[in-house]
């Protein structure tokens, strides 16, 4: 059974490169456009990996990593944000909301990849 | 790793179209904030914007988009943290800067080269950020290094000593560093690596030091210490560019520091993209998963339906004509529904026509002097994406010509004792299989006596020529009357009211209006919600069958033999009513053999278009219906006066007759044609 992986981006642009990516290396993917829809489409599922934004309408990615990691079945779920190199402040607060690690955009899914690659997910 | 190979070019439509809906909401936002300046979540709306348009260009290499939101991005970043305060001075640069992404989006996506404003609106912005307090250093210096080429760098790379008991590879670290250019030296210190006897094995003592040539921005080689940041300390200096490499050796030498080579793979370093490929710019829709999973249950529908009949035709049996009735029943609902559904799927919002508007008349109002209110109504309302497209301008030209004409100026209004700010109200909405516009304000209206003069001077009506007042106003709609039309768009004032007209009529709308003297005038667009679908009148000529669209029909009867006569030759009118109507033999233009000729025992279909009637004669009248429109340009070519073809029920196809094109064909040759010249040449079509 292939590993699933959400994507949480309310950029449609983003979400399609990263499904595209993540498919590349067998990843089944899920998708949403912002935190609140992600945390309906992540209940009860095993997730192998989370990709999310974290300037979004509706819930923020800061408060769906929260969220997502008060959830006992996703305690240890990698989760992967994106930022932008000005975002330092975000990063830290993205960190100690329980994320694991980060990709800076703008990005080329091969960039992508080796970092999902380089975590071992 | 493998090479994976991600084909990024199928995904710049949905950019395309997605950075339009960005720069939309962010000109809607920039208009919001006009009224609230201090709105946070506005503010934050509009970052947004700008934000989601610089990620993904980044990755499509577009680097001109990239670098003009980054500086766009910057200054909002300022205003959100409110280092810079909003002033008029913000906004005009803001605004400036919607319509530079635009060109650049567009730029992008033609392949064309980017506009000119770019340059001088990008100063405009970075005005705000250099006179802001303590800017960040990377955030102004990253366009500027993009721009250099394979400068000389030095990183810096200090693990601490818990680095590998966290999971970390400092190998792989510097190898991202490596891949960032071209690795000339390469030092290790270790001179931190203490006695043998004090050595803990699972501590890491060296540290690094790589000179190297690079196109990479300090961010991005910083990027390679992305996960590692808490557990290292990096430098990316800027190495002075002709130091010789032996020098930096002799340098780190002289510090001490004890050389050791490390053979780190010096790989040539993968550029992003810059040359994005421009497709043709394909026609997208996106279309609600709803919206596609009811189709789908539809399409099951119609497969159980057609299994019923299947049934019944192979099981015959006491009720198999009852089952194969219910059967053809449900196929026919749900085939129609299923029509229905599929053309629900190409409508959309009329928000992308009326969402520009509100900073036209902003620019335009305060041009001109004018105080004016928008309201839009029913922005909602769906038409065909299609429509949508080619739909933008007349609207627009209403509103400007209900400022630049229609309204007073605000002193003026005061002495009528309206309020100083003048109303203008756009509204769509759904009426009978079409989509109404009205656009209205309440100005000073049309003036039947100034326009009659007007008209009179310019020899459209002669002075005895008795018109109702509906007639004059009818006259502004006439080419030639409007002066305006000679003023270049670019100046912000209106374009004729013909040239609306025009394009309402190549939609296959109609156009009508109301006015009263010093209350305002209302212009009322009635549009089909479809040009794939055209409601006709299928008509009989000869053996073959036309339809002539229901809107251009006014009537049909059977003449008297004495009503039509022969002028100027081989032409024929038709007296209606006291005026001369042209006949035209559709027989002769379509060359359809076997028709009747004798006008006295075949039908004329009086028809209408940019204001001329015509009689066309037809051999009988089937019925009306609606028709599929199948386009001959795409199928085989285009053809003077046919808009298109049809499938008719009983499988044959019926040319589509376009009364627009006969009509404008028949007012230009009238007086010198012969019935057989009618038919216009392709290249006057075209």
């Keep these: ?121 | 790793m493998g090479e994976i190979h991600l084909d990024l070019d199928g995904l710049l439509d949905t950019f395309f179209e997605e950075a339009e809906e960005h720069l939309d909401a962010f000109e809607t936002g920039l208009l919001e904030l006009e009224a609230t300046p201090e709105d946070h979540e506005v503010i934050g709306r509009i970052f947004r914007a700008a934000h989601s348009i610089k990620g993904a260009s980044g990755t499509f290499g577009l680097g001109d988009i990239t670098s003009f939101t980054h500086a766009l991005e910057t200054v909002l970043d300022r205003l959100r943290a409110r280092e810079i305060a909003y002033s008029a001075d913000v906004a005009r640069a803001l605004l400036a800067s919607v319509d530079v992404l635009r060109g650049l989006v567009r730029a992008a996506r033609e392949g064309a080269a980017a506009p000119p404003e770019a340059v001088p609106v990008r100063a405009l912005l970075e005005q705000f950020y250099r006179t802001a307090p303590a800017p960040k250093p990377e955030a102004v210096a990253q366009p500027a290094i993009a721009l250099q080429v394979g400068r000389k760098v030095r990183v810096r790379f200090a693990p601490k000593p818990d680095f590998m008991c966290r999971g970390m590879d400092p190998l792989a670290i510097l190898r991202d560093v490596a891949d960032c250019g071209e690795v000339e030296s390469r030092v290790v210190d270790a001179s931190a690596v203490p006695d043998l006897g004090d050595l803990d094995p699972e501590s890491f003592y060296l540290s690094f030091v790589l000179v190297m040539r690079t196109e990479r921005t300090d961010a991005e080689i910083a990027e390679a210490f992305a996960f590692v940041d808490d557990l290292c300390t990096f430098a990316i200096e800027a190495e002075t560019e002709d130091a010789p490499q032996e020098l930096v050796e002799a340098d780190a030498r002289a510090a001490g520091e004890p050389v050791v080579d490390v053979a780190a793979p010096a790989k040539e370093a993968v550029a992003p993209p810059k040359d994005a490929k421009t497709p043709a710019a394909a026609s997208t829709i996106r279309v609600a998963t709803e919206k596609v999973d009811k189709l789908l249950d539809l399409v099951s529908e119609i497969v159980i339906a057609q299994a019923m009949i299947v049934d019944a035709t192979r099981a015959p049996g006491p009720d198999a004509e009852t089952r194969l009735n219910d059967a053809l029943q449900a196929l026919d609902r749900h085939t129609r529904e299923l029509q229905e559904r599929v053309m629900s799927i190409r409508m959309v919002p009329l928000a992308s026509v009326f969402g520009r508007l509100p900073r036209m008349v902003r620019d335009l109002a305060g041009t001109i002097g004018k105080k004016v209110q928008l309201v839009v109504e029913g922005e909602g309302t769906e038409i065909d994406k299609s429509m949508v497209e080619q739909l933008a301008d007349p609207p627009t030209h209403l509103v400007r010509n209900a400022i630049d004409h229609g309204l007073e100026f605000p002193e003026q209004r005061a002495e009528q004792g309206k309020p100083a700010e003048g109303t203008v109200r756009i509204r769509a909405f759904h009426q009978g299989g079409n989509v109404v516009i009205e656009v209205g304000d309440d100005g000073k209206g049309l003036d039947s006596k100034q326009i009659r003069a007007k008209a009179e001077r310019l020899g459209l009506v002669s002075p005895d020529e008795v018109l109702s007042d509906e007639q004059i106003h009818e006259l502004i709609f006439h080419a030639g009357f409007s002066t305006a039309a000679k003023v270049s768009d670019v100046s912000g004032r209106g374009v004729g009211m013909d040239v609306v007209k025009r394009n309402v009529e190549a939609l296959k709308g109609s156009l009508s209006l109301s006015t009263e003297m010093g209350h305002g005038t209302q212009v009322r667009l009635r549009l089909p919600l479809t040009l794939a679908i055209v409601d006709g009148l299928a008509v009989r000529v000869g053996a073959q069958t036309f339809v002539v669209p229901l809107l251009s029909v006014l009537e049909s009867f059977r003449p008297m033999p004495s009503q039509v006569r022969a002028v100027l030759g081989a032409s024929e009118v038709i007296d209606i009513r006291g005026t001369s109507v042209p006949v035209i033999r559709l027989h002769e233009l379509l060359d359809a053999p076997n028709a009747e000729r004798d006008p006295s025992r075949a039908l004329l279909c009086i028809v209408e278009a940019n204001g001329t009637s015509l009689a066309l004669l037809v051999d009988d009248v089937i019925g009306q219906a609606q028709f599929v429109v199948k386009s001959l340009e795409v199928n085989y070519r285009k053809v003077p006066s046919l808009m298109g073809a049809t499938i008719l029920g009983d499988g044959r196809v019926a040319m589509i007759i376009d009364v627009q094109s006969l009509a404008r064909t028949d007012h230009r040759s009238r007086a010198v044609a012969t019935s057989s010249e009618v038919m216009i040449p392709v290249s006057e079509v075209a």
Excluded: C, Y
């Excluded at chain 1, 983003?14 to 209940?43: C, N, W």
């Design chain 1, 1 to 121: 059974m292939s590993k699933v992986a959400l994507v949480v981006d309310d950029s449609m642009v983003i979400r399609k490169m990263v499904t595209m990516a993540l498919k590349a290396i067998s990843f089944e993917v899920l998708d949403a456009p912002d935190g609140r829809r992600a945390l309906e489409v992540a209940k009860g599922k095993d997730l192998a990996l989370v990709i999310t934004d974290l300037n979004m309408p509706v819930m923020t990615g800061l408060e769906f990593i929260h969220e997502f990691r008060a959830d006992p079945d996703h305690k240890f779920t990698p989760i992967l944000f994106l930022t932008t190199e000005t975002d330092e402040g975000m990063r830290n607060e993205a960190r100690s909301a329980g994320a694991t690690a980060w990709i800076v955009k703008p990005f080329h899914p091969d960039k992508l990849i080796a970092v999902i690659q380089k975590l071992g997910i």
